[in-house]
């Protein structure tokens, strides 16, 4: 699948199909994790693979109630921030958007293997933790549900480049190509 046919591609999927994500996916998947940059090359990540019913049934009931897809998804991932202590000259949490890109490597991968996912990020950190055995200095920055997709939702609308993108600063035209 071609680059930007995979990012059109992608949806997030919330039905999925009874069938077992096989191994050498999920490893291409975490090949494309491991490859992504981060904040002086720290790397701050760790990601748990979560295939266990019964640890799928104890995220639902103690750390995130409302979603049952989280149930038929075979695989949970949950990105981890390890360490989670390095703060940006501007302020920003490094590991967040050091997550944030690997996240996006690990959905797109998943995209061209044919596999849908659903990014999730309302959880109870405390119960997830606790459930995970995941260390208080670490930080859930969000967790994944992947299979193969039982649905095709349709694209979204999405706002026209002229409502996103200025020229030089904020309040900018946008320039001629994004017209």
């Known amino acids: 699948m071609e680059f930007f046919e995979v990012i059109n591609r992608r949806r997030s999927i919330r039905k999925y199909k009874d069938t077992p994500v096989e191994p050498e996916k999920l490893r291409k998947i975490m090949e494309a994790v491991r490859v992504a940059p981060s904040a002086r090359h720290r790397q701050p990540w760790k990601f748990i693979i979560i295939t266990d019913p019964k640890t799928k049934q104890e995220i639902h009931r103690r750390?995130?109630?409302?979603?049952?897809?989280?149930?038929?998804?075979?695989?949970?991932?949950?990105?981890?921030?390890?360490?989670?202590?390095?703060?940006?000259r501007n302020g920003n949490i490094a590991h967040q958007v050091d997550l944030g890109i690997a996240g996006e490597h690990?959905?797109?991968?998943?995209?061209?293997?044919?596999?849908?996912?659903?990014?999730?990020?309302?959880?109870?950190?405390?119960?997830?933790?606790?459930?995970?055995?995941?260390?208080?200095?670490?930080?859930?920055?969000?967790?994944?549900?992947?299979?193969?997709?039982?649905?095709?939702?349709?694209?979204?609308?999405?706002?026209?480049?002229?409502?996103?993108?200025?020229?030089?600063?904020?309040?900018?035209?946008?320039?001629?190509?994004?017209?």
Not at 160 to 176: D, H, N, Q, R, T
């Open 63 to 88: 750390a995130y109630t409302s979603k049952d897809f989280i149930l038929e998804a075979p695989v949970l991932i949950a990105a981890v921030g390890y360490p989670a202590d390095y703060v940006c």
């Open 106 to 179: 690990l959905v797109l991968a998943a995209t061209a293997l044919g596999l849908g996912t659903c990014w999730i990020a309302a959880f109870d950190q405390s119960e997830l933790k606790d459930i995970l055995g995941v260390p208080e200095d670490a930080h859930i920055v969000a967790l994944f549900s992947l299979g193969y997709p039982d649905e095709t939702p349709p694209p979204k609308q999405r706002k026209e480049l002229s409502e996103i993108v200025m020229s030089e600063k904020w309040g900018g035209e946008p320039p001629e190509w994004a017209k």
